[in-house]
């Protein structure tokens, strides 16, 4: 059954195909296709820029940021705000275009909607508590000041898993700091940031201050906004290969940066845990987004005794998924983005078993065909296999046996990534303990949905840096200006 209401989006105008700079809307003759993963079909063509347009971009961001940044905080609060409301008034709307793009269920995509506007809300008011420091001096004639002031121009790159949240997390934080923003969205996924510009254009954000630039060469595009000189911050939210060379693009300007990258998150299960909660987790942390978010649980490692009843019990919750089309009711897992995504989960599920792995439940495309694969669960897996030691971005649950404490935490540290981590038990020494061992920016403790606007996210190692959301969100965006005030004795 479709969600009759939902079928086309209400507000017509949220439907843009032209790139937003400057406050115009910025057309080119060459254009591109967005594809609804979950049938294939065109759901738009949007004009197609490159990296000559990014960099008029960058320029007039460049133009409004001294206006943009000596603006008051609260009157850049007051727009920030303006801009949550139009978001969570049109929540329907951009859920729609968000299912459409990206194939998420709907009720999903209005998570990330609210998710996204919640960066916005909590940096509207967070940015009016951007303090300084006054620093005891060293002696009587001197004073110490140190201020806190906006880089400059900010630039991103974002993926198409959260087309939505993954920029608002970021353009929240920078324009509350005081900075002009430029992004570059993944070209699967245009419409939901183009509906963003479209809200910000109301919400009276001022031209240059926000601006949406929709390309399908993300390297000669991405050169440009990692080493154009007028830059002062670059931020990646996508995969740790790719995030690399963008660091090394920047750094032949110096520029700040921060990433958000690949994580391959272990969810342990000890002994001692409710067994129930722990289903619970592991199903809303590793099937969310059809298991495409960078926090999805990717391995489950589960105490030897318990291993039966965890078993048994994720297989009848695993069961209960129900595939197909993000804008039908009742459906929990909608399409992966590509073929070629389905192609090498399909590899990394194929390989597994060729290794000695068990299937206990579907294993490869779904009856329904196109980008949608079933629901997966694998027993008998062990650390060395690439499905453990790779980020899968799909509907597959891995699990793995463990004897001891020690064993599952070497186990859970065996990689390059260190976004996100989950574990179940409920021996308070035990819960110290392995929280304080496990090499990740972000653990989930008794939870397997754990992030908000008010905490920190982010990774460690090769997951990236930088913090996005909290009282901490706002560093990465913020320059610290140290005054020496010399000569005040009489
Ligand atoms: P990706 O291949 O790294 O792409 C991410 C973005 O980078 C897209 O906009 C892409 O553009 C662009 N891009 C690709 N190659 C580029 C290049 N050479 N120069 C400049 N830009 C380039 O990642 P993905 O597979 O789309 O996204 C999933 C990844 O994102 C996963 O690894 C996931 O863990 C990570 N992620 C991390 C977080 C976090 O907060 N840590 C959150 C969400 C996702 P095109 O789409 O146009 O190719």
């Known amino acids: 059954m479709h969600y009759a209401q939902h079928l086309e989006i209400q507000d017509k105008q949220l ?25 294939g079909c065109e759901i738009a063509k949007v004009s197609n820029l490159g990296d000559h347009e990014t960099a008029i971009a960058i320029k007039y961001a460049k133009a409004a940021w001294p206006i943009w940044s000596l603006k008051p905080a609260h009157e850049r609060a007051q727009l920030l705000r303006a801009w949550f409301n139009l978001m969570m008034e049109h929540q329907d709307d951009l859920a729609c275009l968000l299912t459409k793009e990206q194939g998420k269920p709907l009720n999903e995509a209005k998570g990330e909607i609210a998710y996204g506007a919640s960066y916005i809300e909590w940096f509207a ?6 303090y300084g420091d006054i620093i005891p001096a060293p002696s009587d004639e001197k004073r110490l000041i140190v201020l806190k002031e906006p880089v400059g121009v900010v630039t991103a790159i974002t993926p198409w898993n959260f087309p939505n949240a993954m920029i608002a997390r970021k353009a929240a934080a920078a324009l509350a700091a005081g900075c ?18 479209e809200l910000a254009d109301r919400a009276g954000i001022p031209a240059g201050v926000f601006n949406v630039i929709v390309g399908d060469d993300a390297p000669s595009m991405g050169k440009v906004l990692t080493q154009h000189p007028e830059v002062a911050k670059f931020t990646f939210t996508g995969s740790t290969e790719i995030g690399k060379k963008l660091i090394a693009q920047c750094a032949t300007t110096v520029k700040k940066v921060s990433m958000e990258l690949g994580g391959d998150a272990p969810f342990i299960v000890f002994d001692d845990a409710d067994v129930e909660a722990a289903v619970q987790g592991a199903i809303q942390s590793k099937y969310r987004n059809a298991g495409q978010t960078c926090v999805c649980t990717n391995r489950i490692y589960v105490q030897q005794n318990i291993l039966q009843e965890f078993t048994d019990k994720y297989l009848l919750a695993v069961k209960e998924l129900t595939i197909g089309n993000g804008m039908e009711e009742g459906v929990t897992i909608g399409p992966l983005i590509s073929a070629e995504a389905v192609s090498k989960v399909d590899k990394l ?52 046996a463990f004897d001891s404490e020690e064993d599952a935490i070497l186990m859970a540290n065996d990689t390059e990534y260190g976004l996100a981590a989950y574990f179940y038990a409920r ?42 959301g909290s009282k901490y969100g706002l560093d990465d965006y913020l320059e610290t200006k140290y005054l020496c005030m010399g000569g005040l004795t009489s």
Not at 428 to 453: D, Q, T
């Open 180 to 197: 002009t923003f430029v992004v570059r969205p993944a070209i699967q996924t245009p419409l939901s940031a183009l509906a963003m510009a």
């Open 427 to 468: 021996d308070i020494g035990r819960v110290w303990r392995v929280a304080a061992k496990l090499a990740y920016g972000m653990i989930g403790i008794n939870e397997g949905i754990i992030s908000n606007a008010a905490a920190p996210f982010g990774g460690v190692k090769q997951s990236g840096n930088g913090r996005e």
């Open 15 to 39: 439907l843009k195909t032209l790139s937003y700079v400057n406050g115009q809307w910025l057309d080119s003759d060459k254009k591109v296709s967005v594809i609804n993963p979950a049938n």
């Open 125 to 130: 008011e967070e940015g009016k508590r951007v």
């Open 349 to 400: 599920v194929k390989d597994s078993i060729d290794m000695g792995a068990t299937l206990l439940v579907g294993g490869q495309v779904d009856k329904a065909g196109g980008n949608f694969y079933q629901p997966t669960v694998l027993s008998e897996v062990t650390n060395d296999m690439p499905i453990v030691q790779n980020e899968i971005f799909g509907p597959i649950s891995p699990i793995i």
